[in-house]
C-alpha cells in the first residue's frame, strides 16, 4: 500500500516537473542589460557614532550633543564595467548646527553657535545584483578618501574656527528601484569613518596647531540613512 502511493507521488511530481519544463521552454527569454553609468543624489539623516566625553557642563554638553546628528547630502558618479562591478567617486556632507544664548563673566551676552561640516570625497568600488526584471538594483559601495572636519563657530564677539583632515573609509548598502525610463528612487544604508590627530584652531584671526595625544583623538566616525533620485544610462 505505501508502495503504490510512493509511487502515485512520484509520477504526480514527475509530471509536474514536466509541466513546468515545457512551460518555461515555450516562454520567450529576455535578457535586460544592466546599465552602465549611474548618476545620484542623497538627502537624509546622519548622527555621529563615537561616544561622547561628558564636561560636566550642562550648557556644553546639551551644545555638543546637538552636534553629534544632523542633515547628510550628497552625491555619486559610478561606471560599472559590467552587471556586477563598478568604480567611481562618492560626495558627502554631514552638516550640524548648535545655538544657545549666553552670557559671560563681564556680563555680555550674545550668541554661543556653532556648524560643524564633516566633509568625505573619494573613489568608490562597487559590487551591485540587478533582478531578472532589471527594475531592482541593490549593491555594495566600498571605498576610501578624503574627510574633511570644519567647525565653524561664534562665542558672543570671538569667532572661533577648527580645520583638520584625515583618511577616510566608506561601506554603503543601497538598494534603486525602477519608477519611469531611466529613473530610479534609492536608498541608502551606510558608516563613513576617520580620526582626527591633529587640527589647526583659529580664533579672531590668530591661528594655531594643535596635535592631539593618544587618548584624545577623536572619532569621525558617523552612519546616516538617505533617499535619493537615481539615473542610469
Not at 23 to 41: F, G, H, M, N, S
Not at 128 to 151: E, H, T
Amino acid at each position: 500500500m505505501r508502495t503504490g502511493f510512493r509511487m502515485i507521488l512520484f509520477a504526480a511530481a514527475a509530471l509536474l516537473m514536466g509541466s513546468v519544463q515545457s512551460y518555461a521552454q515555450d516562454q520567450p527569454v529576455e535578457y535586460v542589460v544592466a546599465p552602465k553609468l549611474r548618476i545620484a543624489v542623497d538627502g537624509g539623516y546622519g548622527r555621529r557614532l563615537a561616544s561622547y566625553q561628558s564636561t560636566g557642563n550642562e550648557l556644553v554638553d546639551n551644545h555638543n550633543k546637538r552636534l553629534f546628528g544632523g542633515l547628510i547630502y550628497g552625491g555619486e558618479l559610478t561606471y560599472y564595467f559590467g552587471d556586477s562591478f563598478g568604480v567611481g567617486v562618492k560626495y558627502s556632507d554631514l552638516h550640524s548646527i548648535s545655538k544657545d544664548s549666553v552670557m559671560n563673566d563681564a556680563g555680555q551676552s550674545g550668541l554661543y553657535s556653532e556648524a560643524v561640516d564633516i566633509m568625505f570625497v573619494g573613489p568608490m568600488m562597487s559590487s551591485r545584483l540587478v533582478n531578472a526584471s532589471g527594475k531592482g538594483i541593490f549593491m555594495l559601495n566600498y571605498g576610501l578618501g578624503y574627510i574633511g572636519y570644519d567647525d565653524a563657530g561664534r562665542v558672543i564677539s570671538d569667532e572661533i574656527d577648527i580645520r583638520s583632515s584625515a583618511l577616510g573609509y566608506c561601506l554603503e548598502l543601497g538598494y534603486d528601484y525602477k519608477i519611469m525610463n531611466n529613473i530610479f528612487l534609492g536608498a541608502s544604508l551606510g558608516a563613513i569613518s576617520g580620526v582626527l590627530n591633529n587640527y589647526t584652531q583659529t580664533i579672531n584671526g590668530y591661528s594655531q596647531k594643535v596635535s592631539l595625544g593618544k587618548d584624545e583623538r577623536e572619532s569621525l566616525l558617523h552612519g546616516y540613512l538617505t533617499l535619493g533620485l537615481r539615473y542610469y544610462l
